[in-house]
């Protein structure tokens, strides 16, 4: 039986000042980047350390209390909300570089640590972290979501990038799983068990990430279709002609239009598409030769290019500011955030029926994806003065997650399940969601951890 306020008391006395319970900070938990509503913690604790994690989850265990782990707070689909109550667990103070191997190109690192402040303490090194799913966000964050974003095509998402974890079971047992090496027969793979359990399974405080070497030569462009058929089409002939692009990004008519308004870029009004080459001089120009001849062939326009770090960096915040540039054409609304992935053969389909399915009730799809795998966003808005238009709108993101599993794709393939998609998981999985729900039951047999998020319990 769950006893929060035990928790809490004992959790002061062991944590002292580290444990809060002054509005501020819960308000500031209990908040989501999109549509859901403030749901404050009891308590927030601000974790310097593993043992701290691992003391707190063992008074947490003792009290049947909930612990919810906190990173950024840059999720799309309420995972860091705690929707039973309890303590959020705040580990951005674990947020150091803890030890970089640049001959074996790995890092180890606190969870804490944001992708940005992890490249730029890289930078004198000539070593990046490739994983960039848009927003700042911390790397235990991206790990617990299996996080992805604008590179994956070419470097894989966090379940490629991520060797090693230390991770606090629901009972406080604190745990490594993986090595420094690169590959291991040795078990059941827990690395990639834990990476994409949101937190459910067990509370990442350590990881140990692949890096990779700065590339000589970084060139980026973009040019436009006269449609969204066109541009993925080109994009098709170009992953399997295998050209090792390392991002290619699509932002359809509407969403170009609202970031030309909200960043100040003047491109034309059509679908555009976004690249970015990485290598040797010589690779980067065969790449970008390449390209540009299937971008022809399929009716694209011509290249503007960006090789400049300034001009890349201003071109990739356009891409990257997205949410607020559709979020400032109705600053008041209700944003639905949503994703889907499908094969790429099956991607211009999806994505035309859903702008078809939108514009049939009266709403602007704001799209944009990574294309190369085909992973595709839609940013749909409610008005929270008309009654019912938040349920309507939610129906269009159904709509579009069963459209996605009719295609033989899946309804997530980088936000992750949260509470905005538990109702879909049976029909994406079928028996096997019964065997997540076992797994879940012999990790946290209380049920503590992140409760009522991914797998739903009896």
Not at 12 to 21: I, P, Q, V
């Amino acid at each position: 039986m769950s006893n929060i306020a035990d928790a809490i008391q004992a959790l002061k006395a062991a944590m002292g000042e580290k444990l809060s319970t002054a509005r501020p900070d819960l308000e500031s938990h209990g908040t989501s980047e999109t549509y859901y509503p403030l749901t404050p913690p009891d308590a927030v604790l601000f974790a310097t350390s593993t043992e701290d994690v691992a003391e707190a989850v063992k008074i947490c265990a003792a009290h049947g209390c909930p612990v919810t782990a906190w990173g950024t707070g840059t999720s799309l689909e309420a995972h860091s909300l705690p929707v039973k109550g309890g303590v959020t667990i705040d580990l951005s103070r674990m947020n150091r570089m803890l030890e970089l191997r640049d001959q074996d190109l790995c890092v180890r690192v606190q969870p804490g640590l944001t992708r940005e402040e992890l490249n730029v303490a890289l930078r004198d090194k000539g070593l990046f972290f490739p994983v960039d799913p848009g927003a700042n966000a911390s790397l235990g964050g991206m790990a617990a979501t299996r996080a992805s974003g604008t590179t994956t095509v070419r470097y894989g998402t966090m379940r490629d990038n991520v060797m090693a974890l230390e991770v606090v079971l629901a009972d406080g047992r604190i745990i490594r799983t993986g090595s420094l090496a690169r590959k291991s027969s040795a078990g059941y793979d827990l690395t990639r068990l834990f990476v994409g359990s949101e937190g459910t399974l067990g509370v990442i405080t350590e990881l140990t990430l692949k890096l990779q070497g700065q590339p000589d030569c970084i060139a980026a462009a973009v040019c436009d279709f006269a449609d969204v058929e066109s541009a993925v089409s080109a994009v098709i002939a170009i992953v399997q002609m295998g050209v090792p692009v390392a991002r290619v990004e699509l932002l359809n008519d509407v969403q170009l239009r609202s970031v030309n308004a909200y960043s100040g870029t003047d491109y034309p009004e059509k679908t555009h598409l976004f690249f970015e080459f990485h290598g040797s001089e010589a690779g980067v120009a065969e790449q970008s030769a390449t390209v540009a001849e299937v971008v022809e062939d399929f009716g694209g326009g011509a290249f503007r290019w960006a090789t400049k770090t300034e001009d890349r960096n201003a071109l990739w915040k356009a891409r990257h500011t997205a949410y607020w540039a559709a979020k400032a054409t109705f600053p008041t609304g209700q944003w639905i955030v949503t994703d889907v992935c499908v094969p790429i053969s099956q991607l211009a389909k999806a994505i035309t029926e859903t702008e078809a399915d939108l514009a049939a009730h009266g709403r602007e799809a704001h799209i944009l994806g990574h294309v190369g795998d085909g992973n595709y966003h839609v940013l749909i808005c409610a008005d929270p003065d008309l009654s019912g238009d938040l349920e309507d709108t939610l129906k269009l993101a159904d709509r579009m997650a069963e459209r996605a599993l009719a295609l033989g794709g899946t309804v997530t393939g980088e936000h992750g399940v949260g509470l905005g998609k538990m109702k879909h998981m049976a029909a994406e999985h079928g028996e096997a969601l019964s065997v997540m729900a076992a797994l879940k039951r012999s990790l946290d047999p209380q049920n503590i951890l992140n409760p009522g998020k991914v797998v739903p319990l009896n």
